[in-house]
């Protein structure tokens, strides 16, 4: 981590579980923004939103550290009123919608309402003075859905372009990608 930090000439952004051990190597690194995520020891990948409401206490005290170091704070959550408002409360300069349910939905009867659900969201989150980032599940076949979601300022979509990089290189996953974004207004 150490050695990527120095080597970046963009943002680091720390995808991170609010626990101690995390927080320390957190503070200590220093990276430009965390996203602060529910880890379950035994998942793959991130499942599911922050439980923001409920642990209110320790995501406000951690979010207090990151930027006393000058580093950001990011929440990542369900599009969930409750859990906005309460990211708000925190403190939090940006939440990151959780798009999974977005993205399992693609192509099918519940598409629509779960894209109106990340459209709420997302003007929601920016009327409360909080930036909104995206990700999980995103992809090449849904990604354009996206535009209709204003505000958005990231979109984390890493697994999708490590996984097309495979059968066309790297250059060209990122490439294409980059195009499918393209005409974004936000």
């Known amino acids: 981590m150490r050695a990527l930090r120095a080597a970046l000439k963009t943002r680091l952004n720390l995808e991170m579980a609010d626990v101690p051990e995390i927080i ?20 793959i990948t991130t499942e599911g939103g922050l439980d923001v409401v409920g642990n209110a206490g320790s995501l406000t005290a951690t979010r ?62 920016r009327d409360l003075g909080i930036r909104v980032n995206a990700g999980h599940g995103l992809n090449y076949q849904n990604l354009r859905e996206l535009h209709r979601v ?13 996984s097309r990089a495979i059968t066309v290189g790297l250059a060209t996953a990122v490439t294409e990608m980059l195009d499918l974004m393209a005409g974004y207004a936000g």
């Open 24 to 43: 320390a190597i957190a503070l200590n690194l220093k990276p430009d923004i965390v996203c602060l995520v529910p880890e379950r020891r035994q998942e």
């Open 64 to 125: 207090g550290k990151m930027n006393g170091a000058g580093i950001l704070v990011s929440l990542f959550i369900a599009p969930d009123a409750d859990h906005i408002r309460a990211a708000a409360r925190v403190g939090a300069q940006f939440i990151e919608l959780h798009t999974g349910a977005f993205a399992g939905s693609f192509g099918g009867p519940n598409q629509g309402r779960e894209l109106e659900r990340l459209i709420a969201a997302a003007r929601l989150a």
């Open 150 to 162: 204003p505000h958005l300022e990231e979109l984390n979509i890493g697994h999708s372009i490590i």
